[in-house]
């Protein structure tokens, strides 16, 4: 059952909203999207905003988990 874990439950990761430590979120933002700064800064900048769309459950809860630690509001949103 393990392939339909997989295929199952995709969910997008939605910023609601960066928080205090915003400049821990940029950082993370960029570096679990590998993106530039200034990209990560705007996209941050501009919560609520959707950060990754079609991510496995397991991959969103972790990212969920580790915005929630730096103080950040995120929502998962399942894929219909």
Known sequence: SVAVAQSGNTYSIILKDFGPNKVKVIKYVKEYLQIGLKEAHDMVQ??????????????????????????????????K
């Open 46 to 79: 501009s919560a609520p905003v959707t950060i990754k769309e079609n991510v496995p459950e397991k991959e969103a809860k972790e990212v969920a988990a580790a915005l929630e630690e730096i103080e950040a509001k995120v929502e998962l949103k399942k894929a």
